[in-house]
């Protein structure tokens, strides 16, 4: 990937730059928790974005996309944003720099990533985590990394539509090798949690039903309104800490559709403890069962699974599939799944055959490694 955009680079600007590169992500569990003020525990993974990046010492930033074979120009004033959304997520994260007081100016870009687009693994945090971590870097600006994911965050927002939490980015900006992380989402303390499934004779892979999620516009941010609301109504300011007796006592001061979404984040803010105390215990089966649960609450309660992927999982529980829910956002994407290592041949065969006898197209199986986050490469 580093020659091609390399290639193309030189073939473009005719000139060299330096290389910065920056993750997608997993989460075992904790899903819609984030924008709660709960906890969630992503890691980063072995597959992201590079980018090669030359300032060129004017006021235009000039991007190529390397995936998609699209090049983009734009200025760094608020009136100059882009139409093409790969460029947005570029422009939105210098808007947020320079909205923090960042002197940055123009740049010639060319970059390309190996995260799925639309699967529920970050392709966009990859992006903009790549992109400020590198300009913070190319210009020396001394931005600390929390506000270099809420950068991303911010430029989430402002500038692509969607209301999410701060997971994405910090994963991508704080992952490290071999390790996941418990985050606080209310305090923004975190800690690294050694994570090698296959110490104890496990596996952790992915399978992409290539149903595309996508969460601009859509309901995800309706989800987090319904949260704030029942927060709101509790009299706090996030849903973190509620139970389900208080939940229970204001049911009819919410709407039955509201009241079903709190009670699906009640619930998944204690299985991300429970899961984080059976990972130290190496009791597997404990974090298996639990990521079950949290499938069918996003499915039945929160509603922001689908069909494809309610049917992986239900292929994975008949095939003794350890642990499998949907990752991320959800509308789409991918199951994450904890298989031990002497079934994974056979659930994959079985979830491959049984899938595309369905819908018509295997599921795309995706082994990820957990990785180290956003760098210069
Ligand atoms: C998306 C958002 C995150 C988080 C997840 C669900 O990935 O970007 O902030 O809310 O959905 O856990």
Redesign the pocket.
């Known amino acids: 990937m580093k020659e091609r955009i390399a290639e193309k680079f030189r073939t473009l600007f005719s000139e060299e730059g330096e290389f910065f590169a920056s993750a997608g992500r997993i989460?075992l569990i904790?899903?819609?928790?984030?924008?709660n003020g709960g906890f969630?525990f992503p890691g980063a993974i072995d597959k992201g974005m590079i980018a090669e990046i030359r300032l060129n010492g004017t006021g235009t930033v000039r991007a190529f996309a390397l995936d998609l074979d699209e090049y983009c120009e734009f200025g760094l004033n608020e009136e100059d944003a882009p139409v093409q959304s790969w460029a947005r997520y570029i422009f939105g994260v210098c808007r947020e720099i320079i909205k923090r007081g960042g002197e940055i100016s123009g740049f010639d870009t060319v970059f390309a990533g190996d995260v799925p687009l639309g699967a529920?693994m970050?392709s966009s945090?990859a992006l903009e985590s790549t992109f400020a971590f590198a300009l913070d870097n190319l210009f020396n600006l001394g931005i600390d990394k929390f506000e270099l994911a809420r950068i991303g965050?911010s430029t989430?927002h402002n500038y692509c539509g969607?209301n999410?939490?701060?997971?994405?980015q910090f994963a991508s900006v704080f992952g490290k090798k071999g390790h996941l992380m418990r985050l606080d989402c209310r305090s923004m303390e975190f800690e690294y949690f050694p994570f090698d499934p296959g110490q104890h004779g496990y596996r952790l892979v992915l399978l992409n039903s290539l149903v595309k999620h996508e969460?601009v516009g859509s309901p995800?941010n309706d989800r987090r309104a319904s949260c704030e609301r029942v927060a709101a109504v509790l009299g706090q300011e996030f849903l973190r800490g509620a139970t389900m007796e208080q939940l229970e006592a204001v049911r009819d001061k919410v709407s039955d559709e509201d009241y079903m979404r709190a009670r699906y984040v009640i619930g998944e803010e204690k299985r991300v403890l429970d899961v984080c105390a059976a990972l130290e215990k190496g009791d597997y089966e404990t974090v298996g069962a639990r990521m079950y649960a949290t499938h069918w609450g996003m499915s039945k309660d929160y509603e922001v699974s689908c069909e494809e992927l309610d049917f992986l999982a239900t292929v994975a529980k008949e095939c003794g599939v350890t642990g499998s829910r949907i990752m991320?956002?959800?509308f789409g994407g991918c199951t994450i799944n904890l298989v031990k290592g002497e079934l994974y041949d056979g659930f994959i065969a079985k979830a491959k055959s049984a899938f595309a006898e369905k819908y018509g197209h295997e599921p795309v199986v995706i082994d990820v490694v957990i990785s180290d986050g956003a760098r210069k490469l």
């Open positions: 989460n904790g899903e819609h928790t984030d924008y969630v529920g970050s945090a965050q989430e969607v999410c939490g701060i997971m994405d969460l995800y991320g956002g959800g």
